[in-house]
């Protein structure tokens, strides 16, 4: 039977080694062949940055780091909480594949990218605090990273929320916890106003009709050839984590309690920000990076047992699409 002679995937450190040094090498190949395309949402703060530099040297280098440290809190998040049943490689190359396989979110520094990086590290947070009854300074601290992080991208705002929603699943949403959450959103305020008062940081020389115009989502019409390559290319990325979900209807009632509620938080993160992603296409390349953060995660829990041949023939598919659709990108 093909269920007795299985083979594991590698789960070493030279596993994880050679998908980070293939993610890289994506990346380098997709530098000089792509026209790269920055998107940018309506922040507090603007960093007067020069356009050059996001699609220099320096600025790859700098979106590399941000999405193998991103890499490295997945593979935390997954193999800590038992998210898969054993330590696996999957969240590792699902990621790389899927930022990397992407030349707007592998080799352009994105707002969003940043944003993933703080959305994982809450998520990494809110985990760890499951069913924690004194867990109001880590609530604290996770809500004042993505108040902080919105600073540089607006739409990190909207991840707040669901912080309340995974208190609630975690189990620890309680007046102690949520005054927490909301002193820390004053807190980053108060920082602002001070700095601005201070002359520190410059305020928005935005007219207030035109700020608000900013923050109402983009529509269809006005999205570039990029942009509607990526709504075909996270297509793949969906189809994944919906039989994830599927699956989850059998499998969850083997799971411990704890995993059960990561896995619906992991949920109601995908869909929430596919929800953003439909309502505002225009900043598809930001919300592209935290969706993929989760769905890397879905996808390793998909593919954790793999207990016959057509499932195996899946994992092959999905990594010869994506790599595909790369190539095809970059010509």
Not at 108 to 113: A, E, K, S, T
Request: proline fraction near 5%; hydrophobic fraction near 50%.
């Amino acid at each position: 039977m093909y269920e007795q002679n299985i083979k594991r995937l590698p789960t070493d450190a030279a596993a994880h080694i050679i998908c980070i040094a293939a993610g890289i090498l994506l990346i380098i190949i997709s530098a000089p062949l792509t026209a790269p395309v920055r998107e940018s949402s309506t922040a507090l703060i603007n960093i007067p940055v020069p356009e050059t530099w996001y699609t220099s040297t320096w600025g790859v280098t700098l979106n590399t780091a941000i999405i193998l440290l991103t890499t490295l809190i997945i593979a935390g998040i997954t193999n800590r909480y038992a998210i898969t049943s054993s330590y696996s490689i999957l969240p590792t190359l699902f990621y790389l594949m899927y930022q990397c396989c992407n030349p707007m979110t592998g080799r352009v520094l994105q707002q969003g990218n940043i944003g993933a990086l703080a959305i994982i590290i809450s998520t990494s947070i809110l985990f760890g605090n499951y069913q924690n009854k004194n867990s109001a300074g880590n609530i604290y601290g996770a809500t004042l990273l993505l108040a902080l992080t919105s600073l540089l991208w607006g739409r990190a705002l909207f991840y707040i929320p669901l912080l309340w929603i995974g208190m609630m699943q975690m189990h620890i949403f309680n007046l102690q916890t949520f005054s927490a959450s909301l002193l820390a959103i004053l807190t980053i305020l108060w920082i602002y106003t001070f700095l601005l008062i201070a002359g520190i940081i410059p305020g928005l020389d935005t007219p207030t009709a035109e700020l608000l115009k900013n923050l109402v989502p983009g529509g269809y019409m006005t999205l570039d050839i990029s942009e509607q390559y990526g709504l075909i290319y996270l297509l793949p990325a969906i189809i994944i984590p919906a039989a994830m979900a599927i699956n989850t209807l059998y499998r969850e009632t083997h799971d411990k309690i704890s995993v059960r509620s990561y896995n619906r938080h992991l949920n109601t993160t995908a869909v929430f920000t596919l929800l953003y992603i439909a309502a505002d296409p225009d900043g598809i390349f930001n919300y592209m990076p935290v969706f993929n953060s989760v769905a890397a995660i879905q996808a390793a829990r998909y593919f954790d047992t793999i207990k016959s041949l057509k499932k195996l023939r899946m994992l092959y598919a999905t990594i010869i699409i994506y790599l595909s659709m790369y190539i095809i990108w970059i010509l």
